[in-house]
T-cell receptor, first 113, second 114 residues
Framework: DQQVKQNSPSLSVQEGRISILNCDYT??????FLWYKKYPAEGPTFLIS?????DKNEDGRFTVFLNKSAKHLSLHIVPSQPGDSAVYFC????????????FGTGTKLQVIP | DSGVTQTPKHLITATGQRVTLRCSPR?????VYWYQQSLDQGLQFLIQ???????AKGNILERFSAQQFPDLHSELNLSSLELGDSALYFC?????????????FGPGTRLLVL
């Protein structure tokens, strides 16, 4: 049972435009959400997170939005750059269960110059 | 480069066999974590060691085992391999036990079971 779903396996965006990566979850107990970025032949690296007490968190070009009622979160990248081309994983956990993190299957973003 | 090294990078073996994956954590990191990423699955936490002791267990099969040695490197042993064990196996490390956002991931070992 996939509790964290990334329904778009891939996304292509022109350089300079906005990239929007989506993630849905089913477990209402999740209260902390994370995004990771993974380049080929490398391990995932942490990108940005958001607690369920917030609905937005921003870090430079990256913003994560959380809609708890819809059990949906999204990662916005503005402006998109070719170096952003990577696989992005969404993840979620329950506070205190820091190891019990559930990851999505990833969305491959391609930013076209 | 995260500073975490994993060997081998690729491994091809047959069903029923046993393999060992090796991980060297970043210098100074005491905690090591193993994850599995199967085809069409997200990363799944398998097991964590801290300074040689098992600290947490996730979705690790009984056919799999791990250990952390005094020099802090870790090995993940997979036995009686099945086709479904084909996956990318990541090791991560951190100074102290922590959530994935503060872990440094290695590049992974890609295992193919034929």
């Amino acid at each position: 049972d996939q509790q964290v779903k990334q329904n778009s396996p891939s996304l292509s965006v022109q350089e300079g435009r906005i990239s929007i990566l989506n993630c849905d979850y089913t477990n209402s107990m999740f209260d902390y959400f994370l995004w990771y970025k993974k380049y080929p032949a490398e391990g995932p690296t942490f990108l940005i997170s958001i607690s369920s007490i917030k609905d937005k968190n921003e870090d430079g070009r990256f913003t994560v939005f959380l809609n708890k009622s819809a059990k949906h979160l999204s990662l916005h990248i503005v402006p998109s750059q070719p170096g952003d081309s990577a696989v992005y994983f969404c993840a979620a956990r329950v506070t205190g269960g820091y190891q019990k993190v559930t990851f999505g299957t990833g969305t491959k973003l391609q930013v076209i110059p | 480069d995260s500073g975490v090294t994993q060997t081998p990078k690729h491994l091809i073996t047959a069903t029923g066999q046993r393999v060992t994956l090796r991980c060297s954590p970043r210098s100074g990191d005491l905690s090591v974590y193993w994850y599995q990423q199967s085809l069409d699955q997200g990363l799944q936490f398998l097991i964590q060691y801290y300074n040689g002791e098992e600290r947490a267990k996730g979705n690790i099969l009984e056919r799999f085992s791990a250990q952390q040695f005094p020099d802090l490197h870790s090995e993940l042993n997979l036995s009686s391999l099945e086709l479904g064990d084909s996956a990318l196996y990541f090791c991560a490390s951190s100074v102290a036990p922590a959530g994935p956002e503060t872990q440094y991931f290695g590049p992974g070992t890609r295992l193919l079971v034929l």
